[in-house]
Every structure is written in C-alpha cells, then in structure tokens.
C-alpha cells in the first residue's frame, strides 16, 4: 500500500509526562498497522520522560518545547514559560497556529484524553471523523465544574472509546438522557515480553521489612495524602513496613513536607520519576494503588503479569482487573479501609500466598492483537464515512 493510499490519523495530546495514558498512546503508535496508517501525532508541549520514545514512522510535531530545553538561569526560565503560555493560549484560541505546523489534512483526528477535545473538535480540517477516547469516571467529584462542558464535547465526536467498561456504564447509569455517540470499550494493551525485560534490568535494594510500591502521579485523586497518613497510624500500632512511592506531581512538595511532620522518611520515601518503575515492582512484597478514582489503570495490568499482590480502592475499572481475594485485595476509599487492608496484607499469610498462587497464570487474560484489531477497525469503518 502506497503512503497516499494510506488512512492518515492524528493524534493530539497535551504532553510526555511518564504516566498511563501516555503509555497507551506510546502502545497504538507502535503497533496499529503502518501499512494501513500514516500517523502523526502533534503535542501542545514537547515535554516528559516520554517525548523521545515515539517511534520513528510516527511524525511529531509540537507547539511548543518543554521544560527540558529552557535555560537553568530562573529569570530567563520564567520568561521563556510565561512565552509558552501565551502561546499555547493562542493555540487554543486559534486553530491555525497548530494547522501550520502539521500542514496537512487527516482522515481521523483521536482526542487521546479530555484535555484535549477542544483541539480536535475545534480543527479547521471540517471533513475528518473524530474521535474521542475517554480513561476517567466522569461521575466522581474532581469534575463537577469541568463536567458540563467535557459532555458537551463527547456529544459533538463521531465515536468514543471507553478505556474502561466502568467508564461507559457509570455515564449509562448516572445520566441516562445523555447523547452521545456511538463508541465501545477498548482496554488497554500490555507489551507484556517488554515489560518481563524492563523488570530484569536490575534489582533495588531491599531492606528485611515488606514493602509496598505504588506507580503515579502525586495528585490529590490517586490519594497518596491519605496513604500517608495510615502508613503512620499502622507503625504507631506495632505494624511495620515501609511504602515505595514512584511518580512526580503537584502533591510532591505537600507530601515531602508531611511524611517530615510526621517523622516517617525513612519508611515512606518518594522516587519521583523513574523511566522504568518495574525493578522496584517486580521485587516489592506488595502494589499498593489508594486512588479516589480511576479508569483502566495500565500500571495495576502490568503490576499483574510481575505476579505481585494488588491492594487497590474499588473504583473506577479496577474491579475488571482484580478479583477480591483472588487475584488480590479491594477495599474502600477511606482511612479505615487502607488501613484494614494493608493490616490484611501485613498479617494473613494464607491470603497472600494463595493470591500469589493465582497469580501464576494471569497472562492468559491478556490479548493484545485484539485491543489493536479493534482500534484499527474503528478507524477504518470512520474512515470511509
């Protein structure tokens, strides 16, 4: 198939940050077919531990450059993002701006999240079916004031892809006059023989009491303020342990400053950023992920297939994944049910080992041709709308 013969798809997301979505939007891009798609995927920010990871027959191209490429002397750093925000806000305003940098005309145009639906719905290019992809439970308070317009967008896309089944039936059940378009759920792919050689690649240092290890972002929503806090209320109740925290965010100041307060920076620690979290996974005792809400979480997949028991909050799609006190352990978002839950953990030694028992054939769940075979036919059956 000749490059004008091809389906022409555009991606557009807001940057590289190392996290879920970024992973699913590293995944489509290496492995949706190019002999059927010429893709291209344009970023409002050139920025992240992810920017240099996309492959090289996808076009990049950006808005603006990212934090890694401004100068270390503060006045002119501050400058050079207070550029960058004036230009990213004409971006927005004007859709022109990105136009000229792509230049070109596509078939599908895919909002990889709702930060950025209004880019693609606002597209000058009036003839290419659009696409919105949806990772978050809408219903959960963190949207209330952002709601109303993230369902005015949905309702304007030609098809939405649910990363969860959670995701879909939560808006079915809580709004059932909303119109939407069409869509269907599409879980997430796992490079699963990546992911076994990214664990191999070294082993951290491990210290005689169990750890716990938790992959995300430092938001108040994944509910690492609230870990904390149980995490010494445990050590003051004679239950030792420590817990790993890897990811960067807004929360990381608030959160260093507290575990001082609290006197617990030996046996609580934040990593930040690690490009490959899954040595520190794979040699965990236990994954610990205490979100307030969820969609699909990628990491809790991958913590799966490293064979490592999940305590995680029942929300979002996380009871796709886990099965409660099977293939791991689901509890509350609350004080209470962390804290009884990673007392579960710490204390039930037949719970953990027939956890880890069922563990040893979880890869069986996972097929991921049929994740891409599915996000293919979506594309082409809009295509040739």
Request: charged share 25%; proline share 4%.
């Amino acid at each position: 198939m000749t490059k004008r013969d091809k389906i022409k798809v555009l991606f557009r997301h807001r940057s590289m940050e190392m996290g879920g979505v970024e992973k699913v939007v590293l995944s489509m891009l290496n492995h949706l077919d190019k002999n059927k798609f010429d893709l291209t995927i344009c970023l409002n920010i050139n920025q992240g531990e992810l920017r240099n990871e996309i492959p090289g027959h996808v076009r990049k191209v950006y808005l603006t450059a990212g934090k890694e490429d401004f100068s270390k002397n503060p006045i002119i750093h501050k400058l050079q993002l207070a550029k960058r925000k004036l230009k990213l806000r004409k971006a927005s305003k004007n859709p022109l701006v990105a136009q000229e940098l792509l230049n070109d005309l596509y078939d599908v145009e895919i909002a990889t999240t709702y930060a950025v639906y209004h880019a693609v719905l606002n597209s000058p290019n009036k003839n290419s079916r659009k696409i919105a992809w949806l990772h978050s439970d809408l219903t959960v308070s963190a949207f209330d004031n952002m709601r109303d317009n993230i369902f005015r967008n949905m309702q304007k896309f030609d098809y939405i892809i649910y990363g969860s089944r959670q995701c879909q039936q939560v808006l079915e059940e809580k709004y059932p006059s909303l119109q939407l378009p069409p869509g269907k759920v599409v879980l997430n792919a796992i490079p699963i023989e990546d992911l076994k050689v990214k664990a191999e690649a070294f082993i951290p240092e491990k210290e005689d009491v169990p750890t716990f290890v938790s992959v995300g972002r430092l938001h108040i929503r994944k509910g690492y303020r609230l870990l904390l806090e149980v995490h010494r209320q445990l050590l003051d109740a004679g239950y030792a342990h420590r817990i790993i925290v890897i990811g960067n965010g807004e929360d990381y100041s608030l959160l260093s400053s507290r575990i001082k307060e609290l006197g617990v920076g030996e046996s609580f620690r934040l990593l930040g950023t690690q490009l490959n979290p899954y040595p520190y996974v794979k040699n965990a005792d236990f994954y610990i992920m205490p979100s307030e809400s969820e969609g699909w979480p990628l990491i809790i997949a991958e913590t799966l297939i490293l064979q490592r028991p999940i305590l995680a909050t029942n929300v979002g799609g996380i009871p796709e994944m886990i099965d409660h006190l099977f293939t791991g352990y689901l509890t509350e978002y609350s004080q209470e049910g962390l804290y009884n839950g990673i007392k579960e953990f710490l204390t039930n030694r037949p719970l953990v080992e027939n956890i880890r028992e069922n563990l040893k054939n979880i890869e069986e769940r996972f097929d991921n041709r049929k994740i891409f075979d599915a996000v293919e036919n979506i594309i082409i059956n809009l295509s040739k709308k």
